[in-house]
């Protein structure tokens, strides 16, 4: 059996605990929620004593506000613990965790600005952890609208191929799980250089494309036994297509594929990912290869 690892909200009534439990429920995997706090006990100059009984209520007060709002969310049967830890690098702390292969995927609140993907704690966990990661927004899920997946069905090189075939697995498991449709959605992108010097006719250009990505679609639908219909590609810059896309159907979670750069850019994701991210108001499920 799999098991999530949910990152308890700070404060509030938290969205997080809810939708992991509900997700684990449908998945019918464990759950680990962990709950982070840290003070700088120095700074109030208080004896040893005294700053490690601090530490014991600070750290008592947060297990008892967690744990109501598990036992308030989780079902009769889950299989849910709680552990609270003083830690102030909660990216570090979790990408340790997950090291292992302990977790399938980890769940958190991304802020609640405008912007969903804002914390840098969110931009490191989608960055550096080695396991799934689901950022889930403010707003309620809209529990008749799609799980749209997004796919690079342009590129060639094989481990983009692998990570394809990895996120549609994972959407069409999530889409099963909360009874929705599946909507899966690739840009084709017309380099703006040659789009500006007017050396390429953008109609043959997607025609082309397109004849050129139907085997992939073709491949896919057959290997997860779904309608070819359930793609559509569309033109225009990636991160524009995917979000205009999310927006028009009311996505409840995009699924899309994240891989982080190698050499002196390992800290940083892939530009496309960072622009789909930035602008993105729903949830977001990020795959790693």
Known sequence: MGKMLIIADQ???GYATPRGLELARGLGYDIDVVAFIY???KRLKLKAPEQA????RLLEDREQEVQKRIDKNARDGQNVKLKVVWEKNIDNW?????ASGKYLAVIKTGSNTDSLVHTSTDWQLLRECPTAVLLVAAKRWHRTHPVLVTLDLSSTVATKRKLNDKVLAHGKALAQTLGVELEIITAIEIPT??????????IAYVRDAMTDIQPQIDKLAAAHDIPVSAFRCKRGPVEKVIT????????QIVVMGT??????TARLLGNTAEKVLRHMKTDVLAIKP
């Open 11 to 13: 404060k509030g009534v």
């Open 39 to 41: 003070a700088p006990l």
């Open 53 to 56: 009984s601090v530490k014991k």
């Open 94 to 98: 979790v990408s340790r965790q997950c």
């Open 193 to 202: 250089l040659l789009s500006d010097l007017d050396l390429v006719d953008p």
């Open 244 to 251: 205009s896309r999310a927006a028009k159907v009311r996505a």
């Open 259 to 264: 891989v982080a750069r190698s050499g002196v």
